[in-house]
């Protein structure tokens, strides 16, 4: 099992220099203490019972020296304690005293790099990760778990997945953009009973026409049941005890006092925004056109589909903004003040190609039917538009998520 490390080549300061030495000497020297255990050649589970010790153990430091970044062999490793047990027992097993003996400075070089360089384990993997993509990935998964089951208990409800859904189509006036708006939380759920619970839509700019939701019966929203589509709920359809605007915002409130594992329902709404945004900008202006989802309400995922039709911004591609809303609320993304609130996370935007079909989603069984009924219903179709997906695993309670196109100027 020899060690096939390259030479450390740091790319950053001091303490990047010294995780990837403290990396590549634990990677050689536990190499050398299980090349002397016959059992580690034949995978986890035998090394595991050849050593008395837990698989998970292991599995995690086989796969870990095997790795040819010795950063990444310092994020993937256990702590130094079950490294210790590990080589208590190899010794015990017929490793050599020196081997031992050299691999456990190892270990006592990976506790100081912990305890004193970087203060602790969490803030060691919060460091790696600038210069770990991969790892970057995996700790901010389990960070975002461990916010989801803190909030999701302190408010007393959680959704499965929160589905938000834009279209974006030309507006009948040639000089703006209609936005058809598909909302829902999936498998929602109160953790106790009468906690209040509601989604929102809303535009950031004041038109000059006053904003007026309407259903895909071209009615305005004025009663409980307008916007519903529980067609295509996957669960029992949530009930609503009231819809309230305020500004240019339109509040969804939910009614019932059901909780736990067994009181889960689906909402899904639609509301249609006629001459909602801008098309174009002035020549000289920098200002991008946006759509957000906001993550409303503790949840597992996020769905944020944003479908585009090819006379709006052609050959543009969205870029992707997400927004700490704590202190000032939702953000416009044009309001460059606002750009210290920006939160760097190893999101994505993926490209899913044109119409419904390509936008088939486990978590939302009957979603390419609730497409094709929302395109047919508008009159458009679907195979105009290009569909843009941000799909966020535990997004951060609080946070708003944003698509941002470069918009062209007025045609000439």
């Known amino acids: 099992m020899a060690s096939a490390l390259p030479p450390v080549a740091p790319t950053g300061g001091h ?11 634990l990677s050689t020297a536990l190499t050398a203490a299980l090349d002397e255990i016959p059992d580690a050649r034949q995978g986890p589970q035998a090394l595991a019972k050849s050593l008395g010790l837990d698989k998970v153990l292991a599995s995690r430091v086989l796969k870990a020296i095997r790795m040819r970044d010795p950063i990444a062999v310092a994020f993937h490793l256990p702590g130094p304690d079950p490294l210790r047990r590990l080589l208590r027992a190899a010794g015990r097993r017929g ?3 020196d081997v031992v003996a ?11 790099l912990i305890q004193v360089e970087a203060g602790d384990r969490s803030s060691l993997d919060a460091m790696i990760c600038a210069w770990l ?8 998964l389990r960070r975002k778990q461990a916010v989801f089951k803190a909030m999701s208990q302190l408010k007393g409800l959680m959704a499965e997945t929160i589905l938000s859904t834009v279209m974006l189509r030309p507006g009948s006036d040639g000089v703006t953009i209609d936005i058809v708006w598909v909302m829902g939380l999936l498998g929602f759920q109160r953790l106790r009973p009468n906690v209040p619970a509601k989604l929102a839509t809303r535009r950031m700019a004041a038109a000059e026409d006053p904003r007026v939701p309407r259903n895909l019966e071209g009615r305005p929203i004025l009663h409980l049941d307008d916007a519903r589509l529980d067609e295509f709920c996957d ?5 609503l005890t009231a819809v309230s605007q305020a500004n240019e915002s339109v509040h969804y409130h939910l009614a019932g006092s059901d909780f736990g594992p067994n009181s889960g329902v689906d909402l899904v709404l639609v509301e249609v925004n006629e001459r909602e945004m801008q098309r174009y900008v002035p020549r000289d202006s920098d200002r991008k056109g946006h759509v957000f989802a906001e993550v409303s309400a503790p949840t597992k995922s996020l769905l944020f589909d944003v479908l585009v039709h090819e006379d709006i911004y052609p050959g543009r591609e969205p870029q992707l903004l997400i927004y700490d809303t ?14 210290g609130d920006r939160l760097e996370m190893a999101e994505t935007i993926q490209s899913l190609g044109r119409g419904a079909g390509v936008a088939r989603d486990a978590r939302a069984p ?14 458009s179709d679907d195979r105009q538009f290009r569909v843009y ?13 944003a698509m941002a196109f470069d918009v062209p100027p007025p045609p000439a």
């Open 95 to 97: 490793a050599s005293a």
């Open 15 to 25: 303490l990047e220099a010294s995780v990837a030495d403290v990396g590549q000497r």
């Open 366 to 379: 009957m979603y390419v039917d609730l497409l094709r009924h929302v395109f047919d219903r508008t009159g």
């Open 133 to 140: 993509p991969e790892a970057r990935r995996d700790f901010e």
């Open 326 to 339: 704590t202190l000032e609320g939702v953000a416009d993304i044009n309001d460059r003040s606002r750009d």
């Open 389 to 401: 997906r941000c799909s966020i695993a535990y997004p951060l309670y609080g946070s708003q998520v």
């Open 102 to 112: 050299a691999a456990s400075d190892a270990v006592d070089r990976f506790e100081h």
């Open 235 to 239: 669960g029992p359809p949530a009930q």
